[in-house]
């Protein structure tokens, strides 16, 4: 039996290759919205970052939100985080999306792969889109003393 030609490899690759792309899920997109829903006009320092982004630093003022849209990776492993302030000091460190490999606690929450998250002077909501109510999820945490 003589060696596979390159034609008849490259053909063998082109086969293999489209039935993989053909079974493989799709990316999904993703669409995070952090609103602020803070009282009395306080304005609220945002800085959210992946692995592989850092998406800036903003201040939002009362009722501005700050949103992105992303596509999951090919490994199943996106995260995006952030860390929020307070004018008094308070501050909040959460993770604002997670591929879930367990559970389906988030994909429920942010029916439509869109999680709307609203702070508010006790901590941070995560809106329920199917039900459209907000669920409480993080108190804010007191600054750290010297």
């Known amino acids: 039996m003589g060696a596979i030609s390159f034609k008849d490899q490259l053909l063998v690759f082109l086969v293999v290759s489209t039935l993989a792309l053909a079974h493989s899920k ?40 700050f949103k992105w849209n992303f596509k999951v990776n ?34 429920v929450k942010c029916d439509g792969n869109i999680c709307n998250w609203t702070v508010e002077d006790n901590g941070i909501y995560l809106k329920d889109n199917s039900t459209n109510e907000d669920e409480f999820i993080h108190y804010w945490k007191f600054p750290a003393t010297k």
């Open 26 to 65: 799709p990316l999904s997109s993703w669409e995070i919205h952090i609103k602020n829903g803070l009282s009395n006009g306080q304005a609220l320092f945002v800085q959210c970052k992946s692995k592989d982004s850092d998406l800036g630093k903003q201040t939002l003022s009362t009722g501005a939100e």
């Open 74 to 107: 090919i490994w199943d492993t996106t995260l995006f985080w952030c860390y929020l302030r307070k004018p008094n000091g308070h501050e909040l460190k959460f993770d604002a999306f997670w591929v879930e490999k367990k559970t389906e606690w988030l994909r």
